[in-house]
């Protein structure tokens, strides 16, 4: 037996609630922006993913306009930062609604580190940064998916293993229902199964 509902039946945020309780575990698109006034904004979007390989998007969502958002279609850059464990509390901290002309980085002693081909920075403590041009944005009732191109991929050496970045260094945080997060756990290798008439 199960138990259904409509959008209808659970109004105002509830639904978003059920719903960010079984799209799970999300990763998070930890976004970095500098505003036209040169405030570098960072904040954590758990709507996230790769979008096209070629030419290579990723994508992340803005619920309502956020700083985050009001940045990149001023200045059409931005960096997402992967979110790593030991940065755990940095990461939720920098979801506080600060002002614009607050910068978290400066706000929560989060480092920085230059990026390579666009101003925006990246957080110095977490493994990986993808820097990104605006593609193009899309909006969705309250919602803004923002779609950037990626220009380079900044992976510390420390997480590489044979060259390729190895998912139990990087130790990526995720997002759950409520206020619950996840690791990454238990990784198991498995090979696709090749299709043979």
């Given amino acids: 037996?199960?138990?259904?509902?409509?959008?209808?039946?659970?109004?105002?945020?509830?639904?978003?609630?059920?719903?960010?309780?079984?799209?799970?575990?999300?990763?998070?698109?930890?976004?970095?922006?500098?505003?036209?006034?040169?405030?570098?904004?960072?904040?954590?979007?758990?709507f996230f993913t790769v979008s096209c390989v070629e030419p290579p998007i990723v994508q992340f969502t803005s619920v309502r306009r956020k700083d985050s958002l009001r940045n990149v279609e001023r200045t059409g850059e931005f960096v997402v930062n992967l979110a790593p464990e030991p940065l755990w509390d940095q990461v939720n901290a920098s979801g506080t609604p600060y002002p614009p002309e607050v910068s978290e980085f400066d706000a929560l002693g989060i480092g920085r580190e230059a990026s390579t081909d666009v101003r925006p920075p990246r957080v110095a403590g977490s493994p990986a940064a993808l820097e990104c041009v605006l593609h193009s944005t899309l909006g969705l009732g309250d919602s803004t998916v923002v779609l950037g191109r990626v220009v380079r991929a900044a992976v510390?050496?420390?997480?590489?293993?044979?060259?390729?970045?190895?998912?139990a260094l990087l130790r990526p945080l995720a997002r759950l229902g409520r206020n619950e997060w996840s690791t990454l756990g238990e990784v198991q290798a498995l090979d696709r199964v090749p299709y043979r008439p």
């Fill in 1 to 46: 037996m199960r138990t259904e509902w409509t959008p209808e039946d659970l109004p105002g945020r509830a639904f978003y609630q059920l719903m960010t309780s079984v799209v799970i575990p999300r990763p998070i698109a930890w976004v970095s922006t500098t505003s036209e006034e040169g405030v570098d904004n960072l904040a954590p979007h758990s």
């Fill in 156 to 167: 510390d050496e420390a997480v590489l293993v044979d060259g390729h970045p190895d998912a």
